[in-house]
C-alpha cells in the first residue's frame, strides 16, 4: 500500500462541513447537510458524516460527529460519559437497557428536539482531536491505516505543515484497499 499517500484520499477542508465555535446544534446540521448536498453533486464518493469546528481565526479547534449530536439531544449522557475513551466502547445489552430504565434517559424523546438544538452549543459537545488524530498529506496510507485502526478513529485530520488541509476518512480508505484487492484477483 506504499504506493498512496493520505493527499490522494483525503477531502480537502473546503469541501466538508464547518462551524464556528458558537454555533449551535442546528448550525451544525445545518452546515452537514449542505456539505454533504455539494459534495454529492461532486463526488460518487461517500457522504460527510461530521463537522469540523473553527474558532475565530479558522482554525479547526474540535470535531462533532452524528453520535455527538444525537448525545447532545439528552444532557444526561454527558455526565456518564465524562473521561478519556469512554464514549469509545460498547457495553453490553442488558447494561444499556438498565441505563435507559434506570436514569430516565430520553423519557421523553425528541419531544424538546427544535429547544435543544436550537439553544445548544457546538463547542459544549465538540470533541477536541488529539496528537494521534493529525497525519501527514504526504504520509503513506499504511501509516494513516495504522493510526486509524490503533486510534479507533473513523477520521484523520490531514495536516500540511502545521496547518489543517484535510480529512482522511475511514469510509474513502477502506475502499481504496478493497478496489486495491480486487485489482490482485483480477486476470
Known amino acids: 500500500m506504499k504506493s ?17 465555535e458558537d454555533a ?13 448536498e455539494k ?35 439528552e444532557p444526561k449522557y454527558q455526565d456518564m460519559t465524562e473521561g478519556e475513551g469512554s464514549h469509545r466502547y460498547g457495553f453490553a445489552k442488558y447494561f444499556m437497557q438498565s441505563m435507559l430504565e434506570d436514569y430516565h434517559l430520553f423519557a421523553n424523546p425528541l419531544d424538546d428536539i427544535c429547544r435543544k438544538a436550537g439553544e445548544q452549543s457546538v463547542k459544549k459537545f465538540m470533541y477536541t482531536p488529539t496528537e494521534g488524530e493529525f497525519v501527514s498529506e504526504d504520509a ?3 501509516i494513516a491505516i495504522h493510526q486509524l485502526i490503533m486510534g479507533h478513529q473513523q477520521s484523520l485530520l490531514v495536516t500540511a505543515g502545521k496547518k ?19 485489482e490482485c484477483f483480477k486476470a
Request: charged share 30%; aromatic share 8%; proline share 1%.
Open 140 to 142: 503513506s496510507l499504511d
Open 164 to 182: 489543517i488541509v484535510g480529512i482522511l476518512r475511514l469510509t474513502d480508505v477502506f475502499a481504496a484497499v478493497f478496489h486495491k484487492m480486487k
Open 4 to 20: 498512496y499517500i493520505v493527499k490522494d484520499l483525503m477531502v480537502p477542508l473546503s469541501e466538508y462541513a464547518t462551524v464556528t
Open 39 to 73: 459534495f454529492e453533486d461532486k463526488h460518487t464518493r461517500y457522504r460527510h458524516r461530521a463537522i469540523l469546528i473553527l474558532d475565530k481565526d479558522g482554525k479547526v479547534v474540535g470535531k462533532l460527529g452524528q453520535l455527538d449530536v444525537l448525545r447532545a439531544l
Open 24 to 36: 449551535t446544534l442546528y448550525d451544525a446540521v445545518l452546515s452537514l447537510e449542505e456539505a454533504q
